[in-house]
């Protein structure tokens, strides 16, 4: 069954960086475009990038570009997310998704890693 | 970017009752080439990730019961409980993937009243 795993969640100081991971299992990660979503503590879902199965396509929301970085090793089924600069609105649980071939949904999303930015 | 909008922000209705939960995008969201609406909606539970329900606006999901349904165009799109039930106190989002970035709706909390 599909399985994506969040992990490298942690507390971080403001300007600080993290690095998330996501680990696929169950389908063929290679062939699949994937996404990262987060959430603010008691708020709504941001859409944070996206990246093509093939890497040749990246895509992010305007309030983490030059800052976050979405990259993906194919050989070890594992979407990452670098986070640079990091905010205290950063503050977040952050979700990996696999889009669906054909309908552009996200159907299938991980349990999620909470990031926390404080001083 | 295309900012879509929920209302009501919440909602109490009795077991049993209808629940309707609309959206509406600051665009239209339906592509003329395929003549789609790119609209999805989730279900969110404390704790929990996203469920999908719906999408292209009224597709359901694999396994979602029938009494959740999806209906609209362009850009007023509707989520409809037709009978709630204890389990489907959760909070929905509306989310359009027509365009980069993609966005979701603010949330609507449904509950028992």
């Known amino acids: 069954q599909v399985q994506l795993v969040e992990s490298g969640g942690g507390v971080v100081q403001p300007g600080r960086s993290l690095s998330l991971s996501c680990a696929a299992s169950?389908?063929?990660?290679?062939?699949?475009?994937m996404h990262w979503v987060r959430q603010a503590p008691g708020k709504g879902l941001e859409w944070v990038a996206a990246?093509?199965?093939?890497?040749?396509?990246?895509n992010y929301v305007g309030s983490v570009k030059g800052r976050f970085t979405i990259s993906r090793d194919n050989s070890k089924n594992t979407l990452y997310l670098n986070m640079n600069s990091l905010r205290v609105e950063d503050t977040a649980v952050y979700y990996c998704a696999r889009e669906e071939k054909g309908d552009y949904v996200l159907h299938y999303w991980g349990q999620g890693t909470l990031v926390t930015v404080s001083s | 970017d295309i900012v879509m909008t929920q209302s009501p922000d919440s909602l109490a209705v009795s077991l049993g009752e209808r629940a309707t939960i609309n959206c509406r995008s600051s665009?239209?969201?339906?592509?003329?080439?395929?003549?789609?609406?790119?609209l999805a909606w989730y279900q969110q539970k404390p704790g929990q990730p996203p469920k999908l329900l719906i999408y292209w606006a009224s597709t359901r999901a694999s396994g979602v019961p029938d009494r959740f349904s999806g209906s609209g165009s362009g850009t007023d799109f509707t989520l409809t409980i037709s009978s709630l039930q204890a389990e489907d106190v959760a909070v929905y989002y509306c989310?359009?993937?027509?365009?980069?970035?993609?966005?979701f709706g603010q949330g609507t909390k449904v509950e028992i009243k």
């Open positions: 989310h359009q993937y027509y365009s980069t970035p993609r966005t």
């Open positions: 665009q239209n969201i339906l592509y003329n080439s395929d003549n789609k609406n790119y």
């Open positions: 169950g389908f063929s990660f290679s062939t699949y475009v």
């Open positions: 990246m093509w199965h093939d890497g040749s396509n990246k």
